[in-house]
């Protein structure tokens, strides 16, 4: 299973952006993807998982302002941010799981190369 994450940027506090996260490969096989972010000198943290029958969870420090979205079965799935704060900067990543509804780093056993989003106050 191969990962391409895409739609980082840089925007104004309360700014919007939309990553993208294209997926190839044995996606039969995967049951969950998500989106993580690392900050500089943090570890990898949950952002938001979709399951492959639709269902979404989201970290409480992003939920009500980000929304994943998207297909499994159809290779797509987006991440949209509302509302950015400076706390939101990282590099995001999109990863792929076989297992349903896992939320640790460690369940993903497949990684995009990640995407830096910076968010001036």
């Known amino acids: 299973v191969q990962l391409q994450a895409s739609g980082g940027g840089s925007v104004q506090a309360g700014g919007s952006l939309r990553l993208s996260c294209v997926v190839s490969?044995?996606?039969?096989?995967?049951?969950?993807v998500g989106w993580f972010r690392q900050a500089p000198g943090k570890e990898r943290e949950f952002v938001a998982i979709?399951?492959?029958?639709?269902?979404?969870y989201y970290a409480d420090s992003v939920k009500g302002r980000f929304a994943i979205s998207g297909d499994i079965s159809k290779n797509t799935v987006s991440l949209l941010m509302n509302n950015l704060k400076p706390e939101d900067t990282a590099v995001y990543y999109c990863?792929?799981?076989?297992?349903?509804?896992?939320?640790?780093?460690?369940?993903?056993?497949?990684w995009g190369q990640g995407t830096q989003v910076t968010v001036s106050s």
């Open positions: 990863a792929a799981s076989r297992y349903n509804s896992r939320r640790r780093p460690e369940d993903f056993g497949s």
């Open positions: 490969g044995r996606t039969y096989s995967i049951s969950t």
């Open positions: 979709i399951n492959w029958n639709g269902n979404t």
